[in-house]
């Protein structure tokens, strides 16, 4: 039977029985190559990150590849200047920090936005340019309108006055306009009401609209005709309302 050699390493294996002259030569070969091997193994696990700890010295390169962990990642993205940033095309959604202006950047859509410091949100030409506040005084540089909601015809009309300040309706039948709801104090606006082509239509008010003197007056009854109903709500159950008739 000839020698033969190992699966991995092609060591040599002598043949049983022979190789009186060679078998010294034959071992000392393979030991030099098991030296060899085991001192490139040694050499390879000393390279490696260990599984805790340990520090890299070259880049990571993920490809496309995720990085996930229940945990924290903490990392410096932190650039010199403008320049320094990499390419937001190649980067969207990237989160970094420059580090000459102070200030954070997010990539979107090919170029770095930046993004605003807190003290750039209060500065009094930045309050001035931005959106009205609910308790502030405002001074209005440019029209400002509310939109008219058309209501739903029907034998009681139903206004919800959380939905808008003006409203209108087209009467097709004797109606009442019924008491509001969500009616809150200092609200105030417009009712639109348009009888229809055939005209003659009466309107009865609900019992929190309160007119002058005390009596709702009568509408117009001319086919197509316009009133025009201003209120502001003085109380929950208080709606303070004049008429304009035949408005035309």
Known sequence: MADTTTTNYGLTKPEVGASEDTWGTKI??????????MKVSDTRSAANLPKAGGTMTGALVMGANNITTTGKIYYANMFSQLSDLPSASTYHGMFAHVHATGKGYYAHAGAWIELANQTDLTTATNTANAAATLTAVQTFTAGQRGEV???????????NLALSNNFSVTLAGNRTLANPSNTVAGQSGSIFITQDGTGSRTLAMGTNFKFAGGTAPTLSTAAASVDRIDYVVAAATKIHAVVSLDVK
């Open 149 to 159: 909601t058309a209501l739903t015809d029907a034998t009681s009309i139903a206004t």
């Open 28 to 37: 000392n070969t393979n030991l030099n190559l098991i030296d060899t091997q």
